[in-house]
């Protein structure tokens, strides 16, 4: 019978579990269960575990020779602070990502195939945009500066996305889209190099494994903050659309009019009534919730440029020739 190994953290391991597993359920279910004020306390029993458990395993592995998650790592100032932003980037692709194929295939009428040919053409953007940076990063531009633009380019396509309208063509949709992927190819390859520039040998290891936990997770929180924006902001929209909804308003009763001689073409009058009224329920509906994905793009843009200035508290990140930390 095989013996255990005695460095083995198997306390570190549940623990991390049991945080992971709280932290995705919390995710996942937070708006279906009201998050905060849930009545049956499901999501703050699940966030007190998840503070409490954090606390734990960071006090733990800060004590022990041979740590699950060495957060040890976080004490180099350029790694810490590109946790931050490779976390909150991805935060926004995913938000971005989802809401915009949402936008169009719920309110707008595009099926999966269309919105699909939306996206695609970001693929160019984002390698074209990463042949451009590995060329200036080799040429000894700093990483930090890379960095930057692709912030602030993710910042302004986001902004972009923000002023958009549901009564546009499809190009007008890509653009914006190829210029949120543009951004992001201006920032993963100068972030691997400034996170690691500095990082000693015997802790690379370690701070890889954390790096991608917070990009998957980064991931995770822009979905679930994009859906329960959406979900929220659509129910205020339509609140916002009811005050001016009334029989006082001159352009409502155009409205009706209008549909009310349409629908007669094919009703009687108290159908075609009906109908009219029913239409500008689903008009009003396709307002708020497009208007929804908008604050959503809003909310992404104003993130992307508020980490702009974290590139100021990195230290310089230029690769020196022969060096291979993309490979550690």
Known sequence: ??????????????????????????????????????????????????????????????????PIVNFRVLGERNFAVCCVIQFSAFLVLYAASISLPALLQQWIGYDAYVSGLVLSPGGISTISAMVVVLFLLGRGTD????????????????????????????????????????????????????????????LRGAAVGLLALLRNEGGSVGTSVAQTMQE?????????????????????????????????????????????????????????????YLDVFWLAAVLGIMLVPLVLLMKRSVAEKGEKIGAE
Do not use: C
């Not at 009545?39 to 960071?58: A, K």
């Not at 890379?146 to 949709?173: D, K, R, T």
């Not at 075609?272 to 396709?286: E, G, I, N, V």
């Open 232 to 292: 929220r902001r659509a129910q205020f929209h339509q609140w916002r659309g009811d005050d001016n909804l009334d029989v006082l308003n001159p352009a409502v009763n155009s409205y009706l009019q209008q549909a009310e001689t349409f629908f007669r073409q094919t009703a009687d009058a108290a159908t075609a009534k009906l109908q009219a009224l029913q239409s500008l329920d689903d008009l009003r509906q396709q307002q708020a919730g497009a208007f929804a």
């Open 1 to 66: 019978m095989r013996s255990r190994p005695l460095n083995f953290d198997y306390i570190g391991l549940g623990l991390l579990a049991l945080i992971m597993a709280s932290w995705e359920i919390i995710l996942s279910k937070g708006q279906e269960f009201d998050w905060v004020d849930d009545p049956f306390w499901r999501i703050q029993t699940l966030m007190i575990i998840f503070v409490v458990g954090l606390g734990l395993l960071i006090f733990r592995e800060m004590w022990i020779k041979s």
């Open 143 to 202: 990483a930090r500066w890379l960095i930057a633009i692709g912030l602030a380019i993710v910042a302004a396509s986001n902004y972009w996305m923000a002023l958009m309208n549901i009564y546009i063509s499809p190009w007008q949709y890509v653009w914006p889209r190829m210029g949120l992927a543009l951004g992001l190819g201006f920032i993963f390859a100068p972030l691997n190099l400034a996170a690691f520039k500095y990082m000693p040998k015997h």
